[in-house]
């Protein structure tokens, strides 16, 4: 059953962190993976909601880090990443996230800890743990403007550090 957004039961169980419910909607056959109107799946509303519990309990159930979600052909990595959910990030990097899958937009995980980040200490921190997992740290946006040139200016000193670290153009 779905409602008039697409939500199963799955996945109001999962935005409220019903994890007795989730794994009893699993055990009786709902999908880990399925996408609801806005196209966000369990995965994806764990990490938006910085929710690291659900979020394990989500993979365990099978759902995927790969998914594309969203109206923005994004990932639940690419979410957490401009949220600055630093722990998140790496539990999905841990599960296998595609580290430099490009959205609709142009932005890559890292990217969007830059541009939609605030050069804090959260979105810092997402940039290293996305480094460390091995995200490519030239990839450019639609204007050809890279993660390194990005940062600098905004400002973001101790980004540009992590990038130049890591050798970034």
């Not at 697409?6 to 009893?24: D, I, K, N, S």
């Not at 995965?43 to 979020?55: G, R, S």
Request: aromatic fraction near 2%.
């Amino acid at each position: 059953m779905r409602d008039g957004h697409g939500r199963t039961p799955l996945h109001v169980a999962a935005f409220r962190a019903q994890h007795e419910a989730m794994r009893a909607l699993v055990a009786a056959g709902a999908d880990p993976n399925a996408l609801e109107n806005d196209r966000y799946d369990i995965v994806t509303i764990a990490a938006v909601a910085n929710d690291v519990p659900t979020l394990k309990l989500a993979l365990q159930l099978g759902a995927s880090a790969k998914n594309v979600t969203s109206r923005y052909d994004g990932t639940a990595l690419i979410a957490a990443a401009h949220l600055g959910h630093a722990e998140v990030v790496r539990i999905l990097t841990a599960a296998g996230a595609p580290l430099d899958h490009v959205n609709n937009l142009g932005w890559t995980a890292l990217m969007e800890s830059i541009v939609l980040g605030d050069g804090g200490s959260r979105h810092t921190e997402t940039l290293r743990v996305l480094l460390e997992a091995g995200a490519d740290p030239n990839v450019p946006d639609r204007a050809s403007v890279t993660p390194l040139a990005q940062a600098r200016a905004r400002g973001y000193s101790g980004m540009v550090k992590l990038l130049e670290a890591r050798k970034a153009r």
